[in-house]
């Protein structure tokens, strides 16, 4: 292929030295999972974006200009890629500011860029996962919190640990002890009817891919708790799900020392919301 990046619609392998984004993190991201020339759930993610833009403070590229420089991508990927991909867009503040001070007129940087989904998500979908518990916990920062912002130091703190064998990946708690999320994917567990997740006020990252399942639970009546979860209840659940924009869902077999079973939902779910790998 090509040429697989565009910055601010043009094509190209580079941004401004003095870019927020390099400098401070100071933007957002998204991860998109793509089927030919269709991003899936691309209102949503597009409105994430435009939440987590107000929320720092700084506006989107135009949203018509926005959507055409995605589906030019898409066109690219369509022809290039024989299954799903991904698209990674990436907005930042763009240039200027003294110091922290961002401008007052600030001009975004878009940049797009394709990518193959990793092969070994197909397994984990079919197979499920394992995961070991974190000795690196998020900060509460309820400002930042269920944002996808730039700033991912947590998560690169994270994953330069060394899985033991037999996980794989990394449950992650906060720094009061309340389980948030796996290093790059939401969780839910299940206990009969009722489907718990745990609350993103504080720290962590609200993906779209979780707001699907959030909708197809409650469309299919189960009970859904979004609060605090412990570690200490672990024991208590039947099956617990990872979800990320990327691999869709897939079963955890494990956590720790704590086994769990597939959830005969998983097939229907998968199905519904069209995300077999």
Known sequence: MSQTIWVNGEQAASVSAFDRGLAYGDGLFATMRCRGAEVLFIESHLLRLAQGAHRLGFPLPDAAAL??????????????????????????????????MPPQTPTPTCVLSLHEIPAHYRQWQ???????????????????????????????????????????????????GNIIEASMANLFFIKGHTVFTPSLDQAGVAGVMREQLLLWFVEAGFTLEVRRVSPNELADFDHVLASNSLFGAVPVNGIAKHS??????????????????
Do not use: M
Request: with cysteine; hydrophobic share 40%.
């Open 67 to 100: 959507s055409e420089q995605i589906t030019k991508a898409c066109e690219q990927g369509a022809k290039h890629f024989t299954q799903d991909y991904c698209l990674k867009l990436l907005v930042s503040r763009g240039t200027g500011g003294r110091g922290y």
């Open 126 to 176: 079919a197979a499920g996962i394992k995961l070991q518990l974190s000795p690196v916990t998020l900060g509460q920062q309820p400002l930042l919190a269920g944002i996808k912002h730039l700033n991912r130091l947590e998560q690169v703190l994270i994953r330069t640990h060394k899985l033991d064998d037999g996980f794989d990946d990394w449950l992650v708690c906060d720094t009061a």
């Open 260 to 277: 769990f079973s597939h959830s005969p939902l998983l097939t229907q779910l998968l199905h519904d919301l069209k995300i077999i790998l």
